[in-house]
């Protein structure tokens, strides 16, 4: 379908698009979603010592230096998440605010590893996640899927059991991804188990050049045959892989806040999302770990939009549209969508006026 003609939608009419449209979000780490509040409310039901004193003592750890130095401050807020109640709680809160901000269809990262190291069941963990999915949907009528992610620091073996334990409830994940310390973890290091997550019939992603180099997005292509990229920035490193991601329409799940608060980026005024749009490549905006990086989904969109005066409504369309073409929903179900996104900009497009 042709794009419609926003362009001339004003400018100044952006942040309301931005917020009203119907988006999809699809690279969502639950556990990224955990608010200090809901870290000390969780540590005091499941009495769990804390290291900070308060809610504003913890909120002022939040200062990263790269991808590893956040890791170590999430997986410790993890360790407050103990029981099925606790997992449904925190994906309530984040279906919530995902409502809120118009996102009808959200594909959500969970990392099993996190909490059954710690000796959480496994069934705790997705049942727990489930049971708020179901609930996003009744009470919201936001479709809600969940993707199990590999702790890539961790052995293929570590995959492979995690796999085991979680097969059991196979009906309740349509996918597998990738994620955690991205440097010195390749893709090719998972090949074995990604095939057989293929076999299953499982959808399969990989976090690829965020940290890591545009070398690791064509491995997670080519050796892990992932139907997106998550991240994906550094491929404008390689103008051959730009042309092949764009000929091939391969999604790339970038995280605007998330770049700069792990210094990918030093500012988002730097962030190359304009000119991935413009490359044509298959771009959409989500928010990674928003209680950790200071905003969720239409955050992302808004303080990209104010940072980066090229971007357009029309880019602003298509990144919506994005969102869609690169979720795992069936056909219909996309255009659908589409077809509500195209009715909310079309709305925006101002009246000709007399000939
Ligand atoms: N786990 C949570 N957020 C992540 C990120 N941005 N990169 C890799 N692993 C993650
Ligand atoms: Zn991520």
Known sequence: MPAPAFDAIPRAQLPALLRTCPKAELHLHIEGT???????????????????????????????????????????????????????????????????????????????????????PIEAVIVGLDHACRRAHAEFGLSAKLILCFLRHLSEEAAFATLEQALPYRHHFIG???????????????????AKCRGLGLHVVAHAGEEGPPAYIESALDVLQVQRIDHGVRCVEDPALVRRLAASRMPLTVCPLSNVKLRVFDTLADHNLKALLDAGLCATVNSDDPAYFGGYVVDNYLQTFAALPAL????????AANSFEASFVPDAQKQAWRARLDDVFAAAVPAAGPA
């Open 34 to 120: 955990l608010e200090p509040e809901l870290i000390f409310r969780l540590a005091e039901r499941n009495h769990v010592p804390l290291p900070y004193p308060s809610v504003e003592a913890l909120r002022a750890a939040y200062a990263f230096s790269d991808l590893q130095s956040f890791l170590d401050i999430y997986y410790a807020g993890a360790g407050v998440l103990r029981k099925e109640e606790d997992f449904f709680d925190l994906a309530w809160a984040y279906f919530e605010r995902a409502a809120a901000d118009n996102v009808v269809h959200a594909e959500v990262f969970f990392d099993p590893q996190t909490h059954t190291e710690r000796g959480v």
């Open 176 to 194: 597998v991804g990738l994620d955690s310390g991205e440097r010195g973890n390749p893709p090719e290091k998972f090949a074995r188990v990604f």
């Open 312 to 319: 357009t409504a029309r880019d602003a369309w298509q990144l």
